[in-house]
């Protein structure tokens, strides 16, 4: 058990280390040899966990899709609400979400596959979209693809543009925005009010996010250190 | 009329090479010796046009702003489908665009105000909004700001992935899929059935945009060819 702790905290501080060498240097000029150094690890402790730099890469860029399955709701588009403001909340905390996110915009980044992340989020929500469709929340033409590639693409301009504009801070606003501003379209008005889409409510969020993974990481912490 | 002519085809042609080192090296590393090579020009033709590295950034990211105004529709709500279309033809069709859109989301183009091309976007966009608002176009609750920088957020995400996906090919359609999902939470049904929002008029006016500037650059060819 204190093995396994230790070894998801080496795979995620080389990550991080990873992260932050390609943030500064760019992929293509990154060397495996930089992230050691930033790590502080040896050769054989990265090639462990990771066979390239491109393996690296794709660690890097799977970061930015939510760790743990969201918590269910009876109203399946809830899920939709919270998974894009807990994206909005870990983009603002995390510096492994924001280097990921940063990593899959970078047109420099040739030899990585920067279509994976974008196919993965767009799945991800299509999931929830075709729940709701079967459910009956969603109304008769929408269309589950064109609306997952939708939030998908605007989400990811809006957090760069807030980044641009203010380092992010007003990101939870502008979700809310999307957010209010599209599902109109996609739902009726009597489902449209049970939907709890607030900044208060994404701010309760943000702090159970917190202290789930607070209590995880200390948990780790007691286990590595017996 | 010759000599303007020429500089104004100079002008394009620093940029067009600025903005394709930019693109190879990233921002940081070009040098102007380097664009000057591409170029093919000496350092006084550059220095008459552009004072400095900053300047020539500056240059290619105010590009992807329209060159010319909308032509002016009954519908004020109009030009910004019409704005948004165009954008997505020119990012489609002009290098000098694609350059000036990946300057502005590249995150390594530090010393760059980065800020800026997306201020002057949101600044157009509230324009066209403002107007229609005083026309009495839009639904009560909207906010100009909050609905200017949802568009420009939201279509810069859409024409990056669309790039990372297949290379714009798709980017009408996108365009298409955010007015068609976001405009009938900001105007009224009545007003939503004169508005021109298919991938038929897109197309009408990339042809007619395409064939303005197409006789201009006829003009200015045989002018400085004098």
Redesign the interface.
């Known amino acids: 058990m204190a093995q396994q702790a230790r070894a998801i905290r080496t795979r995620r501080l080389i990550l991080e280390s990873a992260a932050a060498v390609f943030?500064e240097r760019?992929y293509e000029r990154t060397t495996i040899g930089e992230i050691l150094v930033r790590a502080g690890l040896t050769k054989g402790a990265l090639y462990f966990h990771f066979a390239s730099k491109e393996d690296l890469a794709l660690g890097v860029l799977d970061a930015q899709m939510l760790d743990e399955p969201l918590t269910p709701q009876p109203v399946k588009l809830q899920e939709l609400i919270d998974q894009a403001f807990l994206l909005a909340h870990r983009l603002q905390r995390d510096p492994l979400v924001r280097a990921s996110v940063?990593l899959?915009?970078?047109?420099?980044a040739a030899g990585v596959d920067?279509?994976a992340p974008?196919?993965a989020w767009i799945d991800q929500v299509a999931e929830i979209l075709t729940v709701a469709k079967v459910r009956g929340e969603l109304l008769l033409h929408v269309?589950v693809t064109?609306?997952a590639?939708?939030f998908?693409?605007?989400?990811?301009?809006?957090?760069?543009?807030?980044q641009?504009?203010c380092d992010r801070n007003d990101l939870t606003h502008?979700v809310l925005?999307?957010l209010?501003?599209?599902l109109?379209?996609?739902c009726t008005p009597a489902l449209l009010i049970r939907l709890e889409m607030t900044e208060e409510h994404a701010r309760r969020l943000a702090a159970e996010y917190d202290e789930k993974r607070f209590a995880e990481d200390g948990e780790n912490l007691t286990t590595s250190s017996r």
């Open positions: 943030a760019g940063a899959a915009m970078d047109s420099g920067r279509a974008f196919r269309d064109d609306t590639e939708l998908a693409g605007s989400f990811s301009g809006i957090q760069a543009m807030s641009i504009l502008r925005v999307l209010r501003y599209v109109p379209t996609i």
